[in-house]
């Protein structure tokens, strides 16, 4: 028995990023061409228990979202291992379908189904995955539409509604199977930042509910208020972890450091 | 001139060559749609045998003409095989195969322009591939495609007047034999092509209504341009 909701152990996942051919850039510059390998997780390992908030910030590029897509099984680990609870999802022969429906995942381009309404987009995995009779799927998603506030767009498709909306109907499409964890992959950069605030609310209301959450994000006010624990993510490692406090007040390492004070002052700036 | 118009012998043959026109078309667009749908999810998902096997199959029946492939189903197979089988039958697959080899370009293209990040939604609620195929791609493809498949319907119809020359009496042919006996040339020929027009205008109206009806904001052609 772990006492870990979820749980990386020694993780390592490359991709070959393929550059296109002989870009021509305005100045005169090439592009480099041919394939680049990219180490976007190596050797990483993370302990999720139940009702922590994890929040994995650093520079993009820096393998963040491809960890945490490795987390939900979207993409194989190339060594490592993933255990939900007690089971290991990495091993060979796992259904890794069943592994997924009990991980929620927040896309940060949203990726909602388009022939669907809000409603739609809810209801089909509590049909189609937990098999639900259409009375009992209806209504638990129109209460996980209700919990994310846009119980007034329910039978809009998503080309009708705002990034916020949209986004809070990916959350209720994420936690309406009750999952054991919430991954969320930057819920908030593709968003106009006067509708980050709708989306930082619904979060904020999953974290007082002890929902369980790794999120990747650079809402740092937001990290503060709710984050037990920051990891700096980068290069394809977590460079420090700690509580909100450490990396607001003095970040230990150097380059959690700079990448504070970039940030930081940014927020400021504005 | 059209005085023939009101011999029942000549109606009866006007009417059982466009019920084999109209069966063959929807035939064959039909088996070509099912079929184009399970080659295109085998060029898309399969491994380099599936793809390079959907690739022959695909420009065999693009790349030469659908009467010589007629000719080798109708003549040359039931002797290579030593067994005889109906005329009909063999044009019937021949259309639907035809069919397939075009509406598998057009099903893929659709399919490609959704899969990427709705496959990615589909898998991150739990369901499979399978699953993920069925309750949201292929809805979204089957509305990008109609337009396209109303096309594919409208060459196909056209394309069923060379039947007759494996000895189907289809509407043009129907339409010939009349003329030889009759030897009204013309008026036969434009009747004969107003028919078909007034079939594949009513059958596209349909399809333009069935896509108005099934369109949904955000779910376009033009996500394919």
């Known amino acids: 028995?772990?006492?870990?909701?979820?749980?990386?152990?020694?993780?390592?996942?490359?991709?070959?990023?393929?550059?296109?051919?002989?870009?021509?850039?305005?100045?005169?510059?090439?592009?480099?061409?041919?394939?680049?390998?990219?180490?976007?997780?190596?050797?990483?390992?993370?302990q999720i228990r139940k009702g922590d908030i994890k929040l994995i910030f650093g520079p993009s590029g820096s393998g963040k979202s491809t960890f945490l897509r490795c987390m939900a099984m979207l993409e194989t680990p190339d060594k490592g291992q993933i255990f939900l609870g007690d089971e290991e999802l990495t091993k060979s022969g796992v259904d890794v379908n069943k592994a997924r429906a009990r991980i929620g995942f927040v896309f940060q381009h949203i990726y909602l189904f388009r022939h669907l309404t809000a409603l739609g987009n809810v209801e089909l995995a509590l049909r189609q995955v937990l098999k639900l009779p259409k009375e009992e799927a209806r209504k638990r998603a129109l209460d996980a539409l209700a919990e994310v506030k846009v119980s007034d767009c329910i039978n809009r498709y998503p080309s009708q509604m705002s990034g916020g909306q949209a986004q809070r109907v990916g959350i209720a499409r994420a936690i309406a199977r009750n999952p054991d964890i919430i991954l969320l992959d930057e819920p908030t950069s593709a968003l106009d930042p006067e509708l980050t605030g709708e989306v930082i609310d619904t979060l904020r209301d999953l974290a007082r509910e002890g929902t369980t959450m790794l999120i990747v994000s650079h809402?740092?006010?937001?990290?503060?208020?709710?984050?037990?624990?920051m990891i700096f993510y980068d290069e394809g490692k977590i460079v420090e972890t700690g509580p909100p406090s450490q990396f607001f007040n003095a970040p230990n390492?150097?380059?959690?450091?700079?990448f504070m004070d970039r940030i930081i002052n940014r927020t400021t700036r504005e | 001139m059209f005085e023939w118009l009101f011999n029942p012998i000549y109606q009866g043959m006007i009417?059982?060559?466009?019920?084999?026109?109209?069966?063959?078309?929807?035939?064959?667009?039909?088996?070509?749609?099912?079929?184009?749908?399970?080659?295109?999810?085998?060029?898309?998902?399969?491994?380099?045998?599936?793809?390079?096997?959907?690739?022959?199959?695909?420009?065999?029946?693009?790349?030469?003409?659908?009467?010589?492939q007629l000719f080798i189903a109708v003549y040359a197979i039931p002797t290579l095989?030593?067994?005889?089988?109906?005329?009909?039958?063999?044009?019937?697959?021949?259309?639907?195969?035809?069919?397939?080899?075009?509406?598998?370009?057009?099903?893929?293209g659709a399919m490609e322009t959704i899969m990427g990040d709705q496959m990615q939604a589909g898998l991150s609620v739990g369901m499979s591939k399978a699953q993920t195929l069925r309750r949201v791609i292929l809805p979204q493809a089957y509305r990008i495609v109609i337009p396209s498949w109303t096309n594919e319907f409208c060459s196909l119809t056209k394309s069923t007047s060379v039947l007759m020359l494996v000895g189907i009496q289809d509407l043009t042919g129907a339409g010939r034999s009349i003329i030889v006996s009759t030897m009204e040339v013309l008026p036969g020929y434009i009747f004969i092509a107003i028919i078909y027009l007034v079939w594949i205008t009513s059958f596209s109206k349909i399809m333009d209504i069935i896509y108005e009806k099934k369109k949904i904001p955000g779910i376009e052609l033009d996500m394919l341009s």
């Open chain 1, 1 to 46: 028995m772990t006492n870990y909701v979820m749980e990386a152990r020694h993780l390592f996942k490359t991709y070959v990023e393929k550059k296109a051919k002989k870009t021509k850039e305005v100045g005169g510059d090439t592009c480099p061409t041919g394939k680049h390998i990219v180490d976007a997780v190596q050797d990483v390992s993370l």
């Open chain 1, 219 to 229: 809402e740092m006010p937001f990290a503060r208020e709710v984050a037990e624990e």
């Open chain 1, 253 to 258: 390492t150097d380059r959690a450091k700079r």
């Open chain 2, 15 to 68: 009417i059982e060559g466009l019920i084999v026109t109209v069966e063959v078309t929807l035939f064959g667009v039909l088996l070509g749609l099912g079929l184009g749908t399970l080659l295109a999810i085998g060029d898309l998902y399969g491994n380099k045998p599936v793809k390079g096997a959907i690739a022959v199959y695909v420009e065999f029946f693009r790349g030469s003409p659908l009467l010589v």
């Open chain 2, 81 to 108: 095989l030593n067994f005889p089988i109906d005329h009909t039958v063999l044009a019937f697959l021949v259309f639907g195969l035809n069919s397939a080899g075009y509406q598998k370009g057009y099903m893929k």
